[in-house]
């Protein structure tokens, strides 16, 4: 039963990438929000697949991967609910807007972009536990580690104030893409390796 949980979150993380990346390319906000928590559902269970598998010496890594996956989830759930139902049915004051609305790239915004860098921390540990074994599990340990590096920008560059809401927007759907090209094969390789994984 963890084999298969490893290999079924794996394969819906990376459908979840996948449709997000097509509603970005569509303009369609609400189906970026909703695959994204779905993202967040699978990457925690993927997260446990790993920490599960882990090797003894490496443990600790794996428990570090899920502590901040939660933490990850947490805030991307909190985020995208908000979106889909304060945000999307009801009439915002301004101020409420400017906060709320993740158009804006008001406080739910910079709180998006604080849980992709715990989200980060999160793969970057993951990436510890794999003792790679093959090449799929080489590419891998190190799409996970460098994954790692997103950690930076997403928490400096909003406290920098880069982000605003009058930028051209495709600047921002184009950084996603990039991010969803970056993240699909991670899914896809993590299915091979709980595959090959033994109970």
């Not at 080489?138 to 400096?156: A, D, E, P, R």
């Not at 930028?167 to 991670?186: D, H, K, N, R, S």
Request: aromatic share 18%; glycine share 6%; with cysteine.
């Amino acid at each position: 039963m963890n084999k298969k949980i490893g290999m079924y979150s794996s394969a819906v993380n990376f459908i979840a990438v996948l449709c997000f990346a097509v509603s970005m390319l569509f303009d369609f906000d609400e189906g970026s929000y909703f695959f994204s928590m779905f993202i967040a559902f699978s990457f925690v269970a993927m997260m446990c697949g790993y920490a599960y598998f882990a090797e003894k010496n490496v443990k600790s890594a794996g428990y570090v991967s899920v502590a901040f996956a939660a933490i990850y989830t947490a805030i991307i759930l909190l985020v995208y609910f908000a979106q889909l139902t304060t945000v999307r049915l009801h009439v915002l004051t301004q101020q409420a807007e400017a906060l709320l609305d993740f158009q804006q790239c008001g406080l739910l915004f910079h709180y998006d972009l604080l849980g992709y860098a715990v989200m980060s921390v999160a793969a970057f540990f993951a990436g510890l536990t794999v003792q790679p074994q093959t090449k799929p599990d080489k590419w891998l340990k190190g799409l996970l580690m460098v994954h790692g590096v997103f950690f930076f920008s997403c928490l400096i560059l909003p406290m920098l104030g880069v982000f605003k809401a009058d930028q051209p927007t495709w600047i921002g759907v184009a950084v996603l893409e990039f991010w969803c090209l970056y993240f699909c094969p991670i899914g896809v390789l993590s299915l091979l390796h709980f595959s090959n994984c033994r109970e």
